[in-house]
Every structure is written in structure tokens, then in C-alpha cells.
């Protein structure tokens, strides 16, 4: 899978942290975009900063309070599918149905032991391609038209 | 608040009539873009037609089997703020900090009567502005810069 990348607000640093352990303890190579502490900082920067990398052909995490701004800013971006997910069954479901490229985590509202669980269902989980992906098709199509 | 928009597909098509039935009785009005059936459609061709009217002012929810899919293509389009709501504290903090202008949901991730107290918090808050609005702003001048 290569590189994946990870950026986080002040309401996400805790659990980036947590989660950029995490994946180093698998063997996976992260890419750490910041923020570095709980000074406030504006989502919408690292969203930014990260989604262009992903819309390149790399996966990412991005983590605020709720994983909201995250996941609106994130998907502004060309050829990011950034999901929201709050459990295992829904980070299976991004993969499965929507290609999601970019997982969207609430830092506040995720427990540690649950988030880790959904990034690895996420990580390890295949796009179903035929139906959703004519679907994901027409995701694609709309941003070419812009 | 004027009309509210809504619209589904086949995985939201149950929940969304539950929440215009729930809508009307409480005597907003609702404009109901579909789907009218469980038949398999796609929800990027729903996402797209609720959210290029939201971005004209009004307010919609989008509903799919998690969420996840509406609130992707949702947020492609310029000046909507697509939040994935489960439960009633990311409601209320997705008003309050992300100024979301669509709630998504998920018809099979999320029980009907927690849809509709999602939807009444999420209807009944406000925004915060000060911090949160120069946030905003910056997803607003990134759209404005594609």
C-alpha cells in the first residue's frame, strides 16, 4: 500500500498520536502532517494539505473533534472520497461500496481501542468495484465537469 | 427556515419516508426529491440535484444505506457542507462549528426514531461563527480558488 498519510487538528492530535503508533507497531510507513500539539489550529489546512497528497494515489487519515470538518474540506479536494466512520461496519462499507481513499475519524467522539479497530478493517478492506463503482463513476465525472 | 430538501436512495428510501412523515406532522415543509421506491438507483444522481439547490440557500438531508456515499458527492459540490451525522451531539457540534447546510444519515446504520432527534437538534441549532466561521471561510475560499 506504500506510504499512508495522517494529519490532525488540536481535537484530533490525541488520537493521531495513538493511531500514528499504531500503524509504526504494524510495520506501516506513515506520513505525519501535524498538528504537533492541542495548540487550536483550522482543519481546513491539513485537510488540504492531505487530500492533495491522497488525490495523487496515496491513502490518508485526517482527524478532528467530530471528524465533520475533515471529512467537508477533505472531499472539496479532485479524487478524494473522504468517509466519516464511527465503527467497524461503516469503515468495512467505505471500502467495500464507496472506494473511500481518505478515512475521516472524530477525535472526540471515537474511542482509542474502537478507532484502531476501524483503520485496520479500513486498511484491509477491498473496493467491490461493479455497481458501486459505476456509481463512484459518476463521482468522478461530476469533478471532471467542474 | 423555508422549505427543507430531502432526498434517498433505495438504502434511505425507508428512513427518508419516516422523516418527511415526521417533518410534515411538525409543519415543515419538505420538498422530496426521490427515490419513491426500494428499487436500486444510484445516490450520486440524488446527491447531486438536493445539493445544487442547497447551495442556492435552502437547507436538504441526504440518506443512503451509511451516509458515507451521499456526503461524499454532496460535498463536490461548491457552497454545500454535507455533514454525516450519528447521533445528536455531532448533529448539534456539525451546526455549531461546521455550519452544515445538509445532514446525511444512514438508513441502515441508523434507527429511525435516533434519525428523527438527530434531524430536530440538527434543524433547532445554530451556528457559533467567530473561530468556526474563519474556518468555514477557508472552505469557502478553496472552492472559490478551483
Known amino acids: 500500500m506504500g506510504e499512508l498519510l495522517i494529519g490532525a ?6 488520537l493521531k498520536k495513538a493511531l500514528v503508533e499504531h500503524l509504526r ?6 506520513r505525519d502532517f501535524g498538528c ?11 485537510a488540504f494539505k492531505v487530500a492533495a497528497e491522497v488525490a495523487k494515489g496515496h491513502r490518508g487519515v485526517l482527524i478532528c473533534g467530530t ?12 479524487g478524494v472520497r473522504a468517509a466519516l466512520c464511527h465503527d467497524e461496519r461503516t469503515a468495512r462499507l467505505s471500502r467495500e461500496h464507496n472506494d473511500a481513499n481518505l478515512l475521516a475519524l472524530g477525535g472526540r467522539t471515537t474511542d482509542v481501542e474502537l478507532a484502531k479497530r476501524i483503520l485496520d478493517v479500513w486498511l484491509s478492506t477491498s473496493f467491490a468495484g461493479e455497481r458501486h463503482g459505476m456509481r463512484v463513476g459518476k ?4 469533478e471532471a465537469a467542474q
Chains 1, 2 share one sequence.
Open 67 to 78: 471528524g465533520i470538518g475533515m471529512s467537508i474540506a477533505a472531499n472539496k479536494v479532485r
Open 9 to 14: 487538528d488540536h481535537g484530533g492530535f490525541t
Open 36 to 46: 504537533h500539539s492541542e495548540e487550536s489550529c483550522d482543519y481546513p489546512d491539513t
Open 25 to 30: 507497531r504494524k510495520g506501516i510507513a506513515v
Open 139 to 142: 463521482i468522478t465525472s461530476y
